[in-house]
């Protein structure tokens, strides 16, 4: 079994989801049968910055580099919302996170 090299959550300073985002990938990526994983946090305070790591709105949440969630994805300094089963959200619901890391598990 592969794992992806890290998850990474992005987020702006004014975001009140990126804690809830980073609590989220720990727990999908041990769900997943991927506990080594290192799963950081970065604050993304600038245009250049956004843009440089990949940044689609607060929070991201990359998985082995790649953002999993498809939608609208913009770099500006702005908070994010995710499609979930439930309607519009701040967060992707958990079995999303999950399905995201075991896909890149298996590639």
């Not at 967060?91 to 590639?107: H, K, M, N, S, Y």
Request: aromatic share 6%.
């Amino acid at each position: 079994m592969r794992f992806p090299p890290s998850i990474h959550v992005l987020y702006i300073e004014d975001c009140p989801n990126w804690e809830g985002a980073l609590r989220l990938a720990r727990d999908a990526a041990f769900s997943a049968g991927a506990a080594e994983v290192d799963v950081l946090a970065t604050e993304v305070s600038t245009p250049q910055q956004a843009a440089r790591l990949g940044f689609a709105g607060s929070p991201t949440i990359l998985v082995g580099g790649k953002d999993p969630f498809p939608g609208v994805r913009s770099p500006a300094l702005k908070c994010r919302v995710f499609q979930t089963s439930g309607g519009p959200s701040g967060l992707p619901e958990r079995g999303q996170l999950v399905d995201a890391i075991r896909t890149a598990i298996a590639a």
